[in-house]
């Protein structure tokens, strides 16, 4: 027999009350009103369910402070904003290539040559989405191209139509190429991924955190479901120290996954300013337990991080 969800919806003054009952320090009552007016009960729960000693009755540990709460949530806020940041430069940079070197090897309509990709399901997926990204668009050369070329019953060429598309389509298109298509491999080398083996698994994973970015989701101590393939002997500068190599079973932290980001930021821009930047983020919140991203002692100096 299931029984149906009861609980009543809590007044803001009640969710403080509640907190407090349970073991959370809340000094300044009038400003977690404000939080809670602007930030959900719910949300916030997320950060503050690491400090209870008994998650089922929701009893917090000793000293839990809704302060340390709130630095929690802004910290995760600002990271969201710094990889959303590093993640565009590689979109656009990913975007740029595809459309350079397919456009050269096969012609403009690349994307809709069905003999190119390995899955044909998915790429009729993947260019439905883009028709309706491109009826959609509001884009003044996307509108001039369908009135100007009215008979021309094709896709826009790539460079118009792939400006209209997403991180993830992207990544799904380089991933779906067949291995014979030279651009795959091309690509993988001027990121410094070697082959084509490697490199779709990373822009997996890079677009999955770009969407837990661009919805606000917790990036702090989440499991992140993306497995990555590692390169044995990475071409440009990686971690030098064995025990600093995430093992398989560490790959659902953040640690990897910016460590990939900062080492394709390397080969589109050096000199980056990602490693500085992640830096003073972990100064201006240092109660963040950075194990819940799987950072590494002296991650600052590993040669990927130190370009």
Not at 80 to 102: N, P, Q
Not at 219 to 238: D, E, F, H, I
Not at 258 to 267: A, F
């Amino acid at each position: 027999m299931h029984t149906m969800f009861s609980k009543k919806p809590l007044t803001i003054k009640q969710q403080i009350k509640q907190l407090q009952d349970r073991g959370l320090t809340i000094s300044k009552t009038k400003l977690a009103e404000k939080y809670l007016s602007n930030i959900s009960y719910y949300r916030l729960g997320e950060y503050w369910y690491v400090m209870q000693s008994d998650k089922l009755n929701h009893v917090f540990k000793p000293n839990s402070n809704f302060d340390d709460v709130i630095a929690l949530y802004n910290f995760d806020a600002e990271l969201r904003l710094l990889l959303f940041e590093v993640i565009e430069k590689i979109e656009i940079s990913l975007r740029t290539k595809l459309i350079y070197h397919l456009s050269h090897e096969v012609d403009p309509w690349w994307f809709q040559n069905f003999d190119l990709f390995t899955d044909s399901m998915a790429l009729v997926k993947t260019l439905s989405n883009l028709q309706e990204e491109l009826t959609r668009s509001k884009d003044v050369t996307i509108k001039n191209h369908f009135k100007n070329h009215k008979d021309d019953k094709r896709f826009p060429p790539a460079w118009k139509s792939l400006e209209q598309t997403s991180f993830g389509a992207l990544s799904k298109l380089y991933g779906n190429l067949k291995p014979s298509v030279q651009s795959k491999d091309s690509i993988a080398v001027e990121f410094g991924a070697v082959n084509h083996t490697y490199l779709p698994s990373w822009l997996q994973s890079i677009a999955q955190i770009r969407n837990f970015c661009a919805h606000h989701s917790r990036l702090w101590n989440r499991n992140l479901p993306g497995t990555v393939k590692l390169l044995s002997k990475p071409p440009n500068p990686w971690i030098i120290k064995t025990e600093n190599v995430p093992k398989q079973h560490e790959f659902q932290k953040l640690y990897i996954h910016m460590t990939l980001m900062k080492y394709l930021l390397n080969t589109i821009q050096p000199n980056n300013d990602f490693k500085r930047q992640l830096y003073q983020l972990f100064n201006k919140y240092p109660k963040v337990d950075q194990n819940a991203l799987g950072m590494k002692l002296n991650w600052m100096e590993e040669p990927v991080w130190k370009i």
